[in-house]
């Protein structure tokens, strides 16, 4: 069974701290793992990984994909209580397009 | 620019009533459709998707359905709702082409009473 996991489920860190989200997957047909971050509603994109050991880098964030030992990790540099919220990896499988989505991380960031 | 809408928001309705949530896309032709459902504290899991008009594919059996009526609206039904079919309901879209993006809506809030 195709399986996302994340950890950890739940961060609180203060101001200017550094994260490091994980996330590990076991999937039959993978084509990319991809990271959004939720706030209230909707998830917003962060960013698509294929190929590993290439960092994506956008403002404080950035992530690297291991395809040899199937994991990620998100990083956020400097947090902001604006960084709070939740984290989901997906790993989009390549014979459907389907997402398989983790547990998701909820990062609270304290003034 | 390509937009996605969902109604309602948030909606409170007793055990045993109907559902009907819509979602519509603009801004894109043939996009791929998907529902998705988030539990408190969980992750998303995928109920339906469509890549075309009248194409549904189910992912997990529930008492839950969905339609596309037409080539940019999708439709999540359910005749008889359970307590267990609370949670958040989020539409997505993405490019027949560039699948693997999914961009969501804004989500609409389900409590069963």
């Known amino acids: 069974e195709d399986k996302v996991v994340q950890s950890p489920l739940s961060l609180v860190v203060h101001e200017g701290d550094t994260v490091t989200l994980n996330c590990s997957y076991e999937v039959t047909n993978f084509r990319s793992l991809l990271w959004y971050k939720q706030e209230k509603k909707a998830p917003t994109f962060l960013f698509m990984l294929?190929?590993?050991?290439i960092e994506k880098k956008s403002g404080r964030l950035s992530s690297i994909l291991d395809k040899k030992e199937l994991f990620s990790i998100l990083n956020i540099t400097a947090t902001q209580t604006g960084d709070s919220a939740i984290y989901l990896c997906a790993v989009c499988l390549s014979n459907t397009g389907k997402l398989i989505f983790g547990q998701g991380t909820t990062l609270q960031v304290k003034p | 620019s390509q937009t996605i809408h969902q109604w309602p928001a948030t909606l409170v309705q007793p055990v045993g009533s109907p559902l009907s949530l819509e979602c519509t896309v603009e801004g894109t032709s043939n996009p791929n459709l998907y529902w998705y459902r988030q539990a408190a504290g969980r992750g998303l899991q995928l109920l339906f998707y469509?890549?075309?008009?009248?194409?549904i594919s189910s992912e997990v059996p529930q008492n839950l359905s969905a339609s596309r009526p037409q080539d940019r609206q999708f439709i999540l039904s359910s005749k008889k709702l359970l307590l267990s079919d609370s949670g958040f309901y989020l539409c997505?879209?993405?490019?027949?082409?560039?699948?693997?993006?999914?961009?969501f809506g804004p989500g609409t809030r389900l409590t069963v009473t």
């Open positions: 469509s890549v075309g008009i009248g194409q």
């Open positions: 997505a879209w993405s490019d027949r082409e560039v699948y693997y993006e999914q961009y």
């Open positions: 294929t190929s590993s050991g």
